[in-house]
T-cell receptor, first 114, second 110 residues
Framework: DTAVSQTPKYLVTQMGNDKSIKCEQN?????MYWYKQDSKKFLKIMFS???????INETVPNRFSPKSPDKAHLNLHINSLELGDSAVYFC?????????????FGPGTRLLVL | GQNIDQPTEMTATEGAIVQINCTYQ??????LFWYQQHAGEAPTFLSY????GLEEKGRFSSFLSRSKGYSYLLLKELQMKDSASYLC???????????FGAGTTVTVRA
């Protein structure tokens, strides 16, 4: 069974559209994250949720809205897509915040905005 | 702010040893992680250091010196499958956020 899964794996869309990416983890973890990895391979945190509560909200345009319906799911909705949103978006989870807890990453969603 | 530096690329021969350095200047420190990322795949956890010294895990070892803001990842007996990007990440003690370096692409040649 896949520990952290994301859908879709690939997403090609037009500028101005609204799209959602879904993430699910079956590890029983309390904390989930969204990262963006740009063309230069820089991995940057966007959001983090712990027990469905937002705990990290980096300087991200408010066109990006995360939603955590339960501990096992963290979705990312993007409004009015722009060319610069093209990147790979990784979801990750960890058992708890802090300590030695490592983060487990999903396979990534490759978003291309045309 | 967080500043994490690692070399962009390294090349080594199969069977050799490669050392990837990471220096950091961060507002706080709560551990340093190394991740491996193969092209087109997700990062996977390799090692974690929070105290000074060397942590060994099979062919991979990671070292930390907190006073110097320095870590390295040592890959021994290199195999072709070790060709990947290696990401250094520092965790913030206040919000436990991971800040990543840009990654070091290691190419292993026969």
């Amino acid at each position: 069974d896949t520990a952290v899964s994301q859908t879709p794996k690939y997403l090609v869309t037009q500028m101005g559209n609204d799209k959602s990416i879904k993430c699910e983890q079956n590890l029983g973890h309390d904390t989930m994250y969204w990262y963006k990895q740009d063309s230069k391979k820089f991995l940057k945190i966007m959001f983090s949720y712990n027990n469905k509560e937002l705990i990290i909200n980096e300087t991200v345009p408010n066109r990006f809205s995360p939603k955590s319906p339960d501990k096992a799911h963290l979705n990312l909705h993007i409004n009015s897509l722009e060319l610069g949103d093209s990147a790979v978006y990784f979801c990750a989870s960890s058992r708890m915040v802090g300590a030695q807890e490592t983060q487990y990453f999903g396979p990534g969603t490759r978003l291309l905005v045309l | 702010g967080q500043n994490i530096d690692q070399p962009t690329e390294m090349t080594a021969t199969e069977g050799a040893i490669v050392q990837i350095n990471c220096t950091y200047q961060t507002s706080g420190f709560n551990g340093l992680f190394w991740y491996q990322q193969h092209a087109g795949e997700a990062p996977t956890f390799l090692s974690y250091n929070v105290l000074d010294g060397l942590e060994e895990k099979g062919r991979f070892s990671s070292f930390l010196s907190r006073s110097k803001g320095y870590s390295y990842l040592l890959l021994k007996e290199l195999q072709m499958k070790d060709s990947a990007s290696y990401l250094c990440a520092v965790r913030d003690p206040l919000d436990y956020k991971l800040s990543f370096g840009a990654g070091t692409t290691v190419t292993v040649r026969a």
